[in-house]
């Protein structure tokens, strides 16, 4: 069985799930997402917590209990909690603003990148060269931070570039003089 499948996903106090054919819709505190139940598993809810069981063995209901259960997690963490991604921008003369609604972003182009962010996403910048991104969508919020480090990876020799806090860039030796 499932080892991920089978462990219960825990309701904190105030979230809410209900089941409408093919999806669960979780609500909570931050807001509401839908989180879809695959073909051949079953939701069971109680008070306070959700367990998940499959039909059968078949390769494919195998697969999709650890997935729906973690999808489900997810969704019930992002409405109780919410999810948050950091960025750290890091080159001389780089830097990130707010303007409006939109951030602007200084990576060493010629023009100013701006970057408008989807609906229920929230763009922080905390430092001119620290970007907080948060959302009750976890996979939003990862797709979001990607897209703005995806506007200037960080290089393996200086380091410069968009970066998440705490990544490691392998380093690369320059060139080697006589």
């Excluded at 991920?4 to 309701?11: D, E, R, S, T």
């Excluded at 701006?114 to 905390?126: D, F, K, R």
């Amino acid at each position: 069985m499932s080892r991920i499948g089978k462990k219960p996903v825990a309701l904190p106090k105030g979230v809410k799930v209900t089941i409408h054919g093919a999806e669960a819709v979780v609500e909570g505190a931050k807001g509401q997402l839908s989180c879809p139940i695959m073909k051949g598993i079953t939701l069971d809810v109680q008070a306070d917590s959700i367990t998940l069981a499959r039909a059968n063995d078949e390769a494919q209901n195998r697969a999709f209990h650890g997935l729906t259960r973690a999808l489900l997690q997810n969704a019930v963490t992002g409405v109780a909690e919410g999810w948050k991604k950091e960025l750290d921008i890091v080159g001389v003369g780089y830097k990130a603003a707010m303007e409006g609604a939109q951030l602007r972003l200084d990576l060493g182009y010629s023009h100013p990148i701006l970057y408008q962010a989807p609906a229920g996403i929230t763009i922080a910048v905390e430092k001119n060269t620290h970007v907080v991104v948060t959302g009750i969508d976890r996979q939003l919020v990862g797709q979001v931070a990607a897209d703005i480090r995806k506007f200037r990876k960080p290089e393996p020799y200086k380091g410069k570039g968009v970066q998440y806090t705490g990544e490691v860039i392998r380093r690369k030796a320059g060139k080697t003089g006589k």
